[in-house]
């Protein structure tokens, strides 16, 4: 299975944008499906998660202005962005396990502010 995000960009803080991953194969046997974010100086962390049943987390700086969806049938996920911040400046990474840790290449989201 490949990943491949896209949808990242410059955008003025209190925009939005809507991330795309596309996965190389069925997504729709393949249970938890995520988005992760390194924001400069700082370390990896889980942004988004959906499960195969649709059942979504979000981490707290997030909730209420992120949204994860996925489209099994485009084998696809989504992260719907909104009301950016300037901290939300990193690179966005999808990411699965199947039979492995599977990551995107990342897609660079600034918000200047």
């Known amino acids: 299975v490949q990943l491949v995000e896209s949808g990242g960009g410059l955008v003025q803080a209190g925009g939005s944008l809507r991330l795309s991953c596309a996965a190389s194969t069925s997504i729709s046997s393949i249970n938890d499906m995520r988005w992760y974010r390194q924001c400069p100086g700082k370390q990896r962390e889980l942004v988004a998660t959906?499960?195969?049943?649709?059942?979504?987390n979000y981490t707290d700086s997030v909730k209420g202005r992120f949204t994860i969806s996925r489209d099994n049938a485009r084998n696809t996920v989504y992260l719907q962005m909104n009301s950016l911040k300037a901290e939300d400046t990193g690179v966005y990474y999808c990411?699965?396990?199947?039979?492995?840790?599977?990551w995107g290449q990342g897609t660079q989201v600034t918000v200047s502010a």
């Open positions: 990411y699965t396990y199947y039979w492995g840790q599977i």
């Open positions: 959906i499960t195969t049943y649709g059942t979504t």
